[in-house]
């Protein structure tokens, strides 16, 4: 069996409420109940923090025992060099994801300081991105 985990980063916890023209109107919990349902053969963990340190130190926690992490990192993917080192640093591949299509969105989002790092990038294809990065591993 396959261990997977979703790690979210800032204001994704807001999901289901915040901007929901961009993110739709699910709640992460209800989604993430849904997919667990969807990929039985997976095991499936989920983590999210607001704050940078914190996702730092989850990806150390699973980044030499996990068959794979789905990171949304949120902003911190257009600033956080640590996070990018982070996933630099472990031996667990990375799939970096985002709901919207941050090519389609202000400039600064543009630019990740994950995906040089990361296994493939996944993004503007709603909650589903989640589902694909599931199914690439």
């Known amino acids: ?3 997977l985990i979703i790690i979210n980063g800032p204001n994704l916890n807001l999901l289901g409420k915040r901007e929901t023209n961009i993110y739709g109107n699910l709640t992460f919990t209800e989604f993430f109940d849904d997919i667990k349902g969807k990929y039985p ?3 499936l963990d989920y983590y999210q923090s607001n704050i940078e340190g914190e996702l730092i130190d989850k990806l150390h926690e699973v980044g030499f025992s996990f068959d794979g992490v789905i990171l949304n ?5 257009h600033t956080s ?3 990018g080192d ?3 640093g472990i031996e ?6 985002h709901i919207s299509n941050t090519f389609g969105r ?3 989002r543009h630019q990740s300081y994950i995906s040089p790092n990361a296994k493939g990038v996944i993004l503007g294809f709603g909650l589903q991105s ?3 990065a599931i199914q690439s591993f």
Do not use: W
């Not at 667990?92 to 994801?97: F, I, L, N, S």
């Open 81 to 83: 060099i640590g996070i």
């Open 92 to 97: 667990t591949p990375v799939v970096e994801v």
């Open 73 to 77: 990192a949120g902003a911190y993917t």
């Open 41 to 43: 053969d997976v095991q």
């Open 86 to 88: 982070a996933i630099k």
């Open 1 to 3: 069996m396959k261990k």
């Open 106 to 108: 202000e400039e600064f």
């Open 130 to 132: 989640y589902e694909l």
